[in-house]
């Protein structure tokens, strides 16, 4: 079976946790906190995105698959 789902939890847990280092930071220097919120939920999201795909993909290949 061909998956790519390897490559989706890399890219929302790098995304996740670049939007988390870089955005928030800019946005909290330039005083924007509805921005501030904004890229705080979006980190968050998709670092709990990634996290979730990789255990629903986990569980599927231990029960579902074989």
Request: hydrophobic fraction near 50%; aromatic fraction near 20%; avoid cysteine.
């Amino acid at each position: 079976m061909i998956t790519f789902n390897n490559y989706t939890v890399l890219l929302l847990l790098i995304s996740g946790l670049l939007v988390l280092v870089f955005d928030v930071r800019v946005y909290k220097k330039a005083n924007l906190q509805r921005e501030k919120k904004g890229a705080l939920f979006t980190g968050w999201f998709n670092i709990s995105l990634g996290i979730l795909s990789y255990l629903g993909y986990l569980v599927y290949e231990k029960w579902f698959w074989k």
